[in-house]
DNA sequence: TTGTAGGCGTTATCAC
DNA sequence: GTGATAACGCCTACAA
């Protein structure tokens, strides 16, 4: 079955092809009977246009290029989806590329976007900041970009991103208050600037409270249950257990608490726990998981918003949207004695 | 900053566009010091071919479609993550669009690859059939698409396929042995391939042990866990809580695990649980879960062959592949007098 | 209101 | 070996 071309309409209509490519594209005048008369046929022939065509001659695409870390943590899965959700209604369509929490294949994920000529791109950056040069270079060049968390201050661009100090800052001076005394952080990687920001807020809420230095700590991990796994391996080799977790993320929580149960601790009697970046799990392990809730759709939704609006008019402003969550509390972070 | 095509390197060089063309593609006869030359000022300048027009004058655009139902659940999320690794080793790029469990958009999607040139497509389709006609219409074109799970007979393509009902089998038999007495199985939406089939072993089991009918109940759910939890209500209010639960999925079974405890069941001493296509989740649960682990990244990758031999050789003959996986046994469905 | 013709950035088929 | 030149399918001045 051959692809029709406006040629072969026109051809079949005796007109010329400029005549039905403006039946396409409402913008120009042209009578109604044979604007009707060509989409009709079009219909009829079961014609698409061409869109690779389209995007040579147009140098848009309205297509979207959707650039992130990872799909593995539930975050980014509800990301693109929310992302697609809006910018779909807008006309656009989104293509998605995982860079596997590796730096060259971000780079390489954001080069085959823009050659494909999406005609803007949202990046969720993965640990490290060796591709800034390449995105200061585009962003220089007019390209629309739009940044969704883990950025860095010195990029002048648009930016979504979680208040993650403050909400840090929330979960572990709850932690203070239900009474533990020994409150670890597990951060994540320290250069993602995510983490960065939550040991930020955790140190915050150490020091309002005045906290001996010796009854907290900070320890790096990486986003994955396995890792919180492995921590809480040396910590129990060292004697180190402490009363309460504070944890980057859900799975990191849920991998170290795996670890404690199997070695005989209860949660939370024994030793609490609070996530962040809320995940689906959180209500349905057994102790149900404290966590900090991000509101990925609006979040998703603001970059969408955002990068259309500089893609409409280059001169649109820059920019930084913080957003805030809400803190869940639940069991596994409350004493026996309080009432949930 | 421009974008520079080729004629901007011929005109810098004094030599054809011709010319600097055959410098980028092997095929053609040049001599070395000019291609030297050209590639060397080429890069020297920043220049990147633009594959939009390299598409529109080859018809091949050296990229692939992935079409999925979701990525919420994390069996899609590693599809993705494999189907990319195998795809970008062979050079192809790897265009991702999800259909939200919706039939009309997985249409949707489904057009836009294939209007975009993408040289195939990888579906996994959602629910019900109603696209099968466009679908077969493409393959007697001879466009190449390679079926992942969820697929009906009726279509003459490649597929890959994970063999549901021996393993659903495996899963429901070992409850029948363990002692369950009556077991319920909660089966994802009926008109879903995978589902079928899953009930498909689900009875073999039962009727090669001669359960009674009275003990055995197929009970339709979604795929989420609020869908586990709903049946759940359901059947206390009913009073007709069974002694095991074999789910299509671990989330079904986290979610009615949770709304059992909610109600002071235990599992397993009241209640056993057997879920499917594993998760991480599985080990992280309290109780562990039992699962049948789905080889997903021998699944997409074989797909993922199946395509390029498919765009290499529009002759290449129509497989389907059936695949094998492994049940883990854990807490959550043996008898507290068992050794696991 | 419609047609002509040139251009978007490549590749590919001819000549030379 | 290399250079014109015509595609590829569409858009868009400019002319008519």
Same mark, same amino acid.
């Given at each position: 079955m051959k692809h029709y071309t406006i040629k072969d309409i026109a051809k079949k209509l005796n007109v010329s092809i400029s005549t039905v490519s403006r039946a396409f594209n409402d913008k120009y005048d042209i009578k109604k009977e044979t604007k009707e008369l060509i989409l009709k046929t079009a219909e009829d022939m079961g014609y698409i246009p061409n869109?690779? *065509?389209?995007?040579?001659?147009?140098k848009r695409s309205l297509n979207i290029g959707v650039v992130v870390p990872e799909f593995i943590n539930e975050y980014y899965s509800e990301i693109v989806i929310a992302l697609q959700e809006f910018l779909i209604s807008k006309g656009y369509q989104v293509l998605v590329m995982q860079s596997d929490e590796n730096e060259e294949q971000e780079l390489i994920n954001a080069q085959t976007l823009i050659n494909n000529m999406v005609d803007g791109l949202i990046v969720a950056p993965t640990t490290g900041n060796r591709n800034m040069k %390449? !995105?200061?270079?585009?962003? =220089?060049?007019g390209y629309p970009i739009v940044f969704l968390n883990r950025i860095e201050?010195?990029?002048?661009?648009?930016?979504?991103?979680?208040?993650?100090?403050?909400?840090?800052?929330?979960?572990? &001076?709850?932690?203070?208050?239900? +009474? %533990?005394?020994?409150?670890?952080?597990l951060s994540g990687y320290k250069d993602l600037s995510v983490s960065y920001e939550r040991i930020q807020g955790f140190k915050k809420a150490m020091n309002?409270?005045?906290?001996?230095?010796?009854? %907290?700590?900070?320890? $790096?991990? +990486?986003?994955?249950?396995?890792? +919180? /796994? &492995?921590?809480? &391996?040396?910590?129990? !080799?060292?004697?180190?257990?402490?009363?309460?977790?504070?944890?980057?993320?859900?799975?990191? *929580?849920? +991998?170290?608490?795996?670890?404690? =149960?199997?070695?005989g601790y209860k949660v939370p009697e024994d030793v609490a726990f609070v996530g962040f970046t809320e995940t689906r /799990? *959180? $209500?349905?392990?057994?102790?149900?998981?404290?966590?900090?809730?991000?509101?990925?759709?609006?979040?998703? =939704?603001k970059a969408g $918003?955002?990068?259309? $609006?500089?893609?409409?008019?280059?001169?649109?402003?820059?920019?930084t949207i913080v957003m805030n969550g809400e803190f869940n509390i639940r069991q596994s972070s409350v004493r026996e004695s309080s009432i949930l």
């Open positions: 869109p690779i *065509a389209k995007k040579l001659s147009q %390449y !995105y200061q270079d585009r962003i =220089k060049e201050e010195s990029v002048p661009v648009s930016k979504v991103v979680f208040n993650n100090m403050k909400w840090s800052f929330f979960a572990t &001076e709850h932690l203070i208050r239900q +009474g %533990y005394k020994k409150i670890y952080h309002k409270h005045h906290i001996p230095k010796e009854n %907290y700590k900070i320890i $790096e991990t +990486g986003l994955l249950a396995k890792e +919180g /796994m &492995e921590v809480i &391996e040396d910590l129990i !080799y060292h004697h180190d257990v402490p009363d309460a977790f504070f944890c980057v993320n859900d799975m990191v *929580a849920l +991998g170290a608490i795996r670890k404690l =149960k199997d070695n /799990m *959180a $209500e349905l392990v057994t102790p149900q998981l404290s966590s900090v809730k991000q509101p990925t759709f609006k979040m998703a =939704k $918003e955002l990068l259309i $609006e500089r893609i409409e008019d280059e001169n649109a402003p820059i920019e």
